[in-house]
């Protein structure tokens, strides 16, 4: 398995990227709207793509609701954006919580269908006024520790329907003032303000299996690269100071917040402490130069990899199947959306 998580162009494979997931075998595949048409086509290409690597390999999705979902109407639900939930909550901590563990497992029955086992949640960046709407209503709170308990809450509701949760984006995107799609966010924050309030989340929820990193700067630890690059902040910060053991993925490497070219971005992340690197946009010569930066995994990080694969098997098998109707009844009962 090489240290790679990789997307396709359409979709159904084409020859090109057959052979080339068979020659490179990534850890595993994402998956993006441009690949998904139907439950069905999307169960024929999670299957092609685990049998270019002769294994049950992770398939990710970034699944949300609100702004962010790759599968969207009418072929399936429109759930709601994790706001939502906050505003709930300021009502009902308890019934907010049910109603985020019953829209995840809403989720994951859609996704388990497809073939899909790994979603990109809980984003659990703490919002604050005044920072760019990448993140906005996609956080669930302005306050840590609701932050954290809607966050558990979700990556249970996942978890109980056979799909494994990533925590994003360590350690903590909310206070960003650009899009790090497109350009790079500075945070000068103190130490101790992000320690007591951005990277309380992650430290709550360190047990989760995997973890996605933030291309933010943050000055206070280090001044010069980001976060998925920072040798600093992976180390002092999301290994020590979160504490955080498992799988650690890179955002998007393509993203423009990195501007140098992928294949050194990629070797920097790896070198910095990222277990593995993911590259979204399924272009073939982009994939290529990111895969010759991306060694076979061992070490810690191949033990890492080992633990999701794990976790995949053992939440797969433990998984109850849903009925769709009584669990969509039970949120609408919960939250008055559909």
Known sequence: MRSLILGCAGPE????????????????????????????????????????????APVLIDQEGGRVQRLKPPQWRAAPPAALFGELYADDPIRAEQAVRIN?????????ECGVDVDCL????????????????????????????LGRAQAE??????????????????????????????????????????????????????????H??????????????????????????IGFDGLLMTDDISMKALAAP???SSAKALEAGCDVVLHCNGDMTEMQAVAGAAPVLSGKALSRAEMVLGFLERIRRAAQPAVHEEL?????????AE
């Not at 995840?104 to 388990?112: F, G, P, Q």
């Not at 650009?178 to 992650?202: G, N, Q, Y």
């Not at 933010?216 to 100071?241: C, G, H, L």
């Not at 969509?328 to 008055?336: D, I």
């Open 262 to 264: 992928l294949e050194i």
């Open 157 to 214: 509701g996942l978890a109980a329907g056979g799909v494994a949760p990533v925590m994003k984006h360590i350690p903590g995107h909310g206070r960003a003032g650009v899009d790090s799609h497109h350009s790079l966010p500075r945070d000068d924050t103190e130490r101790d303000e992000l320690a007591s309030i951005d990277f309380t989340p992650f430290r709550d929820l360190r047990d989760l299996p995997m973890a996605m990193t933030g």
């Open 13 to 56: 494979l084409s020859r090109a990227e057959r052979q080339f997931f068979i020659d490179t075998d990534p850890f595993g595949f994402i998956l993006f709207q441009r690949n998904c048409e139907s439950p069905a086509q999307i169960r024929m290409l999670t299957e092609d793509l685990r049998d270019c690597v002769g294994r049950h």
């Open 104 to 112: 995840a497992r809403l989720i994951a029955s859609e996704l388990t």
């Open 328 to 336: 969509l009844a039970s949120f609408v009962a919960l939250t008055g």
């Open 122 to 149: 809980p984003l659990l960046d703490v919002r604050q006024d005044g920072a760019h709407d990448v993140i906005g209503d996609r956080a669930f709170a302005y306050t840590p520790e609701i932050v954290s308990r």
């Open 216 to 241: 933010v700067v943050y000055e206070a630890f280090d001044a010069v690269r980001a976060a998925t690059v920072s040798p600093v902040v992976i180390e002092d910060v999301i290994r020590k100071e």
